[in-house]
Every structure is written in structure tokens, then in C-alpha cells.
């Protein structure tokens, strides 16, 4: 009898456990399993080299929202934006792709405008800047094609 109550015991610290490590996963990894507080937008960028699905989106360093997909389109970048819903944004927003630091991971930096219409779920950002890519800047500086 002893034996069997050890081995409950055991059981439930082992699920416990997966439980805890499974919620840490989520919220670490900062997944979507449910995504009813966001809206979708799209931007097109000339490229959008380093971002990837899951990149953060900010808005004055502050995350609004994550990369959902990005996609080519007619040779540019289509890149589908997550934004919570407690943000809102207009026609005249601004989205460009900057780097944390020098060697940094790439994000989305928003402008917001202010002056327009409010955009809505589907709507597309006419206003985006490309990254700028570090190797082609080194590359160009080598070949002494700086402008």
C-alpha cells in the first residue's frame, strides 16, 4: 500500500511538473494560442531581410504586437502584422524595420500617425522603410562603392 502512494506521490510531482515547464514554454516563448486580442494589418517592404515570423513589433520601444507571416509578393516583401487591439493605428503610419543594436535581432518600429482614418483588420500600410543590412554596407565600403 505504502508503494502505491509513493508512486501517486511521484505521478503527480512528474505532471506537476510538465504543467509548470509547458506554461513556461508559452509564456517565455511568448506563443499565441489564442489570438481574439489582436488585428491584423498588412506592409510591403523592397525587403525584409532578418525579420522573421514572431519578430516584436513596437511602437516608442513599448511591444505592440508580433510578426505573423511574411510572404513574396510581384519581388517585395509582404509582411502580415499582429497588433493587440488596444492600439490603434491610421492610414498615415509609418513601419520600419530597425536592428537592436549593431549585430541585433530585427524588429518592427511603428509610427502610429495620428492623421487619417483609423486602419482596419486586413487594411495595409502604405508607408515602410527596408532595413538596413549591415554585410551589403561592409560589402560596399570594401569595394569602395560607398556613395
Known sequence: MEKTKLELV??????????CLGYLSIKLGKLELISGDVYEVEAQFNSASGLKPGSAIEIAGVEVGRVRGITLIEDRAKVKLAVNNTVKLYTDTFASIKTRGIIGEKFLALSPGGGGDPLKPGDMIRDTESGLDLEELVSQYVHGKVK
Open 10 to 19: 511521484v505521478g503527480v510531482f512528474v505532471l506537476v511538473g510538465i504543467l
